[in-house]
């Protein structure tokens, strides 16, 4: 492989390190132990730290291991960076951060925007879903960790030269050395290659006592069509595993038990469990890294795991598995803190799907356990624990453990109707002579119902249903989750790009001044229906806002209507109603809708308002998950985990007013990205990813701060008023408020007033007392459908008896064909009446139900059920008038559509009789 050569550098020539290939693995490695033979990383040796720490600093926290290393490099001359948040909102190609590295893609890796500061060190808690299914049973994965980093930013074009392999080498071996105190010849540098994101490089695996504890990353390469060319940038990207440190330096049996001691420590009281037989735990997990659980399959593994130990399998899993639950819930819990708290709401797409995901097997390992408390009993403990180091959260705590109560509650509901969805389809199965649900099944049950395998196998296992899970399943799941769809940007005109090479980008009239709404400008091209000036003060769709609308007014008088205005590029074009010649270099009057452009600035400027309304009333948790901003109406989308209440809502609308009035100014500046970042975090990214090295931040005064490129209200006074319409759930996570302002919103509240004053006319009431005068009016209402029930059941049994004198008897039979001005439903009220007292009835009643329509019923006495079949009955009477009837043997409606009159089928119904009878 290209770029694959014998990695010496500088320390390894002072110190004295040998190069030598591993005898396992075949690897080359760098070490100052002259009888090593193995690489030094795992599955080649075993650990040998567990309790036996190599470093002289032992019994660490995070917080130590942390400080010191920040500590040794900012000495180094780096510069600390404040962590980024987990959810990586600056890119649209992954939902989560997985690595330091994707805090500075792809701005700073491109050469786009400097890096905040080079060299640069920082500690970037991340999270990852990949090894999700060894997480408790290695001992060593977990699903959010810290990569500890120190990164160089190289431009060697631009004379930037910070450094590059031998400084990178040294630092690390240093800080291992001198700063942890761990012996010189324990340190292993394996020669690796790195790939990843389209870039490539050498890399170093650092080895300690078995133990991967940093990976040292050197980017210059670049991957065009399948080959690999020189980057400009050299890129050093080295990851430290804050928790293996940790672990590394305490020397316990599992990472976890290094890095969560309070935690662990307060569920084994509450479960009454024993403390592990240390013996027994370190000699199991010393060797259980070797094998991986999601290769081999749980039961497999289990039986390898026992046999290279010697062990009885079931004693085996008898004493690891409750600490394997542990474990899941002390690192699902740190994981989902991270998530939620940088404004994950969970839900079934995207990220919200992960945060999801982990919840539910969080909460099936709890239940494995069988304790008696809540998932967010459970992560409370946790959270305790990460407010500590990241006070940031506090203001989320609260919103944090609400959203994990509503997931358990909507989970524990979603395993109810599970239970009986399994029994159903596990029967079905059955009938099919099939004994094994597929793995199409698992996943369907799991997307669609929120069913996981495990209780799905459960479950299906009581009805002899066969069910085998994939070992990596959630893996799987995450996978195909994770990656965001590529979007594909819609193109809202269809024109032939190159007609607009060559032009100038168009100078935006509408930023420079938010009010011009008439300009001049010279026409720069014309073809079909499109037109391209040198400027405009016509604000093409964009940001959830729609275009202006207006006219273009030319010299020699004539007027075309603009319909609509798009940004291609950056050049605006504008769409007219018909095809117009005019000559470039032609200067042309611009007017723009101002009635509507205000309207569009108002709706705008107070979708903004809302959302800092929002997140103040619900919660931080609160995002943007989309906008639009109509001149009538207008929504805003934002991510919330349970319905919103009227109580909610009003306080929202007040707050939003309350905005309004204030008057605050609006201020809209251009800024270079980094800056704004960090002068207003990533709450700025509230519409998407805003491409580029400068972006546009719009500041409502102390409330609000997004990068936005709308055309907005220079006051938040020039909305006059927000009213919010309603508020829908669209879908899990996220609620839609609809909303009116300005005119629109004062014509809204008119129309609503208008509604209220028929009303109270109709009602003959005060408008004040309305709705006790509707409450009276729907109790005395109630009243009268009581009366009149009572009176049509005995108008029904008065009827029954006076009918009797309608009846004939043919041979032992009681025949009462009759039409009835009744409903259909008194009708056959009537019939059973009848049928009731006389045991030799033949009742067959007609009616009219509309117009043509007629129903039929026949009902049949105890008797003459027993020779006749009412059914039958209905059926031919209802063929006379080109209908259908079905039923039972005693009972039998039906009906048909029919000109026929009615006492003509009357008669037609009773010779229908006669002859069924004759046939007895
Ligand atoms: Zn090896
Ligand atoms: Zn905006």
New binding site residues.
């Given amino acids: 492989m290209e770029g694959r050569s014998k990695l010496e550098v500088e320390l390894f020539r002072e110190l004295g390190f040998i190069r030598k290939k591993c005898e396992r693995c075949g690897s080359y490695f760098w070490t100052l132990n002259p009888d090593a033979k193995y690489c030094g990383g795992q599955p080649c040796v075993d650990y040998t730290f567990i309790g036996n720490p190599p470093s002289t600093i032992t019994n660490v926290d995070r917080r130590i291991i942390r400080g010191e290393f920040l500590k040794f490099m900012e000495k180094e001359g780096h510069t600390i960076i404040k962590r980024y948040p987990v959810v990586a909102r600056w890119r649209d190609d992954v939902y989560l951060v997985g690595a330091s590295i994707y805090d500075f893609q792809p701005w700073v890796t491109n050469g786009i925007i400097p890096p905040p500061a080079n060299p640069l060190t920082i500690s970037q808690p991340c999270i990852r879903l990949t090894d999700i299914d060894n997480v408790g049973r290695s001992g060593r994965h977990l699903t959010e960790f810290e990569m500890m980093a120190h990164h160089a930013f190289n431009y060697p074009n631009r004379g930037v030269r910070i450094y590059w392999m031998d400084r990178t080498v040294e630092l690390a071996f240093y800080f291992l050395t001198d700063v942890l105190g761990i012996p010189k010849e324990k340190v292993f540098f394996k020669e690796d290659w790195w790939s990843g994101g389209g870039n490539a490089g050498e890399c170093f695996e650092v080895h300690v006592d078995g133990l991967e504890v940093a990976t040292l990353v050197f980017m210059h390469y670049v991957e065009r069509n399948g080959r690999l060319e020189e980057m400009e940038n050299q890129i050093v990207d080295t990851g430290y595993g804050l928790e293996r440190l940790v672990w590394l330096c305490n020397g316990t049996v599992t990472v976890y038990d290094a890095i969560f001691p309070n935690f662990i420590e307060d569920l084994r009281k509450v479960i009454g469990l024993e403390t592990i037989n240390v013996d027994v735990a370190k000699r199991v997990f010393s060797v259980a890294g070797r094998y991986d659980a999601k290769e081999l399959g749980t039961i497999k593994y289990y039986s390898v795991l026992a046999k290279a130990l010697n062990m009885d399998e079931e004693e085996l899993i008898r004493m690891i598995s409750p600490w394997e639950s542990i474990y899941v819930l002390a690192d699902h819990s740190r994981s989902l803190i991270f998530m939620l708290g940088d404004g994950v709401v969970p839900s079934n797409v995207g990220a919200g799907y992960l945060a999801r995901l982990l919840i539910r097997r969080a909460y099936r390992a709890l239940l494995r356990l069988g304790v008696d408390l809540s998932l967010a009993d459970i992560v409370a403990l946790e959270l305790k624990e990460v407010l500590n180091d990241f006070p940031e959260y506090r203001d989320i705590s609260d919103a944090i453990l609400d959203m994990i109560q509503e997931e358990e509650k909507k989970y524990r509901q979603t395993l109810r109707k599970g239970r009986a969805l399994i029994e159903r389809r596990a029967k079905r199965l059955r009938q099919y002579k099939k004994d094994s649900f597929s793995l199409d099944d698992l996943i369907e049950f799991y997307d669609s119902h929120g069913l996981d395998p495990h209780f799905v196998k459960e479950e299906a296992e009581k009805y002899g249903i066969k069910v085998i899970i994939p070992e990596d399943f959630y893996a799987k799941l995450a996978e195909r989750h994770q990656a965001l769809q590529p979007k594909v940007k819609k193109a809202k005109i269809s024109l032939d790009e190159r007609l607009l090479s060559h032009l100038p980008p168009t100078r935006l009239l509408y930023y420079e001044n938010p009010k011009l709404f008439e300009f001049k400008a010279k026409v720069l091209r014309t073809f079909e229906r499109y037109l391209v000036l040198d400027a405009t003060a016509f604000y093409p769709e964009g940001?959830g806002q729609p275009s202006d609308k207006g006219t273009i007014v030319t010299t020699d008088g004539k007027i075309v209507k603009v319909i609509d205005v798009q940004k291609v590029g950056n050049i605006v074009v504008h769409v007219l109603e018909r095809k117009i010649n005019i000559p470039p270099g032609t200067v042309v009057i611009g007017k723009v809708d101002v009635d509507r452009r205000l309207a569009l600035m108002r709706s705008?400027t107070a979708?903004?308002i809302l959302l800092g309304a929002a997140k103040r009333v619900l919660g931080h948790h609160v995002w943007q998950a989309g906008a639009s901003k109509g001149v009538e109406r207008s929504h805003l989308d934002i991510t919330h985990y349970k319905s919103i209440s009227r109580d909610e809502l009003d306080r929202i609308e007040l707050l939003a007013n309350k905005v309004v009035m204030d008057n605050r100014a609006v201020n809209v500046q251009i800024m270079p990205r980094d800056k704004a970042e960090s002068k207003y975090g990533f709450t700025l990214y509230q519409?998407g990813i805003v491409p580029g090295k400068n972006i546009r931040v719009?500041e409502i005064e102390n409330w609000d701060v997004?990068a936005?490129g709308?055309t907005h209200c220079e006051h938040t006074g020039e909305i006059g008023l927000i009213k919010i319409i309603k508020a829908d759930r669209i879908q899990d996570g996220v609620i839609r408020l609809e909303f009116t302002v300005g005119e629109s919103a004062i014509k809204y509240i008119q129309h609503e007033e208008e509604l209220l004053k028929n009303v109270a006319e109709t009602l003959r009431s005060p408008v004040d007392k309305v709705y006790d005068a509707l409450r009276k009016l729907k109790i005395r209402e109630r009243n009268l459908r009581n009366e009149l029930m009572r009176l049509k059941k005995l108008y029904i049994h008065v009827m029954s008896k006076n009918i009797l004198s309608s009846m004939i008897r043919i041979r032992n039979y009681d025949i009462l064909v009759k039409s009835v001005d009744l409903s259909r439903g008194d009708a056959i009220t009537l019939a059973e009446e009848v049928a009731k007292n006389n045991p030799n009835a033949v009742v067959v009643l007609m009616g009219i139900e509309h117009e043509n329509a007629i129903y039929l019923i026949v009902r049949l006495g105890d008797n003459a059920m027993k020779t006749l079949d009412a059914r039958a009955i209905a059926s031919k009477i209802a063929s006379i008038i080109g209908g259908r009837a079905g039923g039972s043997r005693f009972f039998a409606q039906g009906g048909g559509i029919t000109k026929i009159p009615i006492d003509e089928i009357v008669n037609k119904a009773l010779d229908v009789v006669r002859s069924c009878i004759a046939t007895t």
Avoid: S
């Fill in positions: 940001g705008h979708t903004h519409g719009v997004q936005c709308g």
